[in-house]
T-cell receptor
């Protein structure tokens, strides 16, 4: 199994450009999420999904869009890139656990630079 | 929502010594507390977790303790080794269908050889 696969690993954008970070998992996980990691800020939740067709906002959703048309894929779209979106982005998935034990498997990360 | 804090932001220990990293959380309804380790340039990986019905859990050189009354939980690493050098994130989640994890800002542990 590949686990959680993110593409691209690196990307440089100009301000105002749009792009999509891809995330795919082959573990049949119901729960998928996107985090951004910035120095001194930890991991902050952008958007998450508890199943196909269901998405919700996390802590820092502005400027990002997501969709979940299949169980396997959860792309993150930057609508109009801004320098503040320069970050490392992690996709993570898990079995949805109503008990709260959300054991995340992370992708390798995507480093995005917005000039 | 939940708020998780970690202090200090960096910790340096001598190889072979013990390291203790503490986190506090704000929502008494939280019932799941994992710890993730992130080596330089790598992805975060779960190293140990604890549920609110347990006070302590051990796995070889690492252990986690939970104090629900004080709303804090700690990661204990004994006999530290250079490969323990990494960023450690604590997190907490409230039970429910969404089970969102709220992470702390992370602590950089350096183990001096």
């Amino acid at each position: 199994n590949a686990g959680v696969t993110q593409t691209p690993k690196f990307q440089v954008l100009k301000t105002g450009q749009s792009m999509t970070l891809q995330c795919a998992q082959d573990m049949n996980h119901e729960y998928m999420s996107w985090y951004r990691q910035d120095p001194g800020m930890g991991l902050r939740l952008i958007h998450y999904s508890v199943g196909a067709g269901i998405t919700d906002q996390g802590e820092v959703p502005n400027g990002y869009n997501v969709s979940r048309s299949t169980t396997e894929d959860f792309p993150l779209r930057l609508l109009s890139a801004a320098p503040s979106q320069t970050s490392v982005y992690f996709c993570a998935s898990s079995y949805a656990m109503s008990s709260g034990a959300n054991v995340l498997t992370f992708g390798a990360g995507s480093r995005l630079t917005v000039l | 929502g939940e708020n998780v804090e970690q202090h200090p932001s960096t910790l340096s220990v001598q190889e072979g010594d013990s390291a203790v990293i503490k986190c506090t959380y704000s929502d008494s309804a939280s019932n799941y507390f994992p710890w993730y380790k992130q080596e330089l340039g790598k992805r975060p990986q779960l190293i140990i977790d604890i549920r609110s019905n347990v006070g302590e859990k051990k796995d070889q050189r690492i252990a986690v303790t939970l104090n629900k009354t004080a709303k804090h939980f700690s990661l204990h690493i004994t006999e530290t080794q250079p490969e323990d050098s990494a960023v450690y994130f604590c997190a907490a989640s409230i039970p429910g269908a969404n089970s969102k994890l709220t992470f702390g800002k992370g602590i950089t542990l350096s183990v001096r050889p």
